[in-house]
């Protein structure tokens, strides 16, 4: 199902000169919302290189939830099992460590030169790593990200 707010763009072009990604990657965020109102583009390797910076979404000039409409085509596209292999290999990260980029020693070491104590995550309760892992599971994400 497509959202009801795509089909009012108008191609300004707004949304893409706005885009951060698009300078440095192949993302045509006008491209996107085009295509993805006649046809399935769960297998655009585009559709993962948006920041959700929403910077496409705070300049549209017809209040189009761009940003939004991207992540709800990325979940449409995972749970056809459809998700870029950097992605997927994030998403294994998460579930291993609780953080998709955890702080390393290096960083800690850092942290802890400027006098900044771990952040309020798993790096500072480990304990709670085993919840994050559960969540996780609860919730069938572990499934999803299988190859």
Request: with cysteine; charged share 30%.
């Amino acid at each position: 199902m497509k959202s009801k707010d795509t089909l009012t763009c108008f191609q300004c072009g707004t949304c893409t000169a706005s885009c951060p990604s698009g300078r440095y990657t192949s993302l045509n965020v006008r491209r996107i919302v085009k295509d993805s109102i006649k046809k399935d583009v769960s297998d655009e390797p585009e559709l993962w290189m948006c920041t959700t910076c929403y910077n496409c979404m705070e300049r549209c000039p017809r209040g189009i939830r761009i940003t939004d409409e991207i992540l709800r085509l990325r979940s449409e596209a995972v749970r056809k099992g459809k998700i870029l292999l950097a992605h997927r290999n994030v998403c294994r990260y998460l579930i291993e460590t609780g953080h998709a980029i955890p702080l390393d020693d290096a960083h800690n070491a850092m942290r802890e030169k400027i006098g900044l104590s771990l952040p309020e995550t798993v790096h500072k309760y480990p304990k709670a790593l085993r919840e994050v892992k559960t969540l996780l599971k609860s919730t069938g994400f572990d499934e999803l990200i299988k190859e």
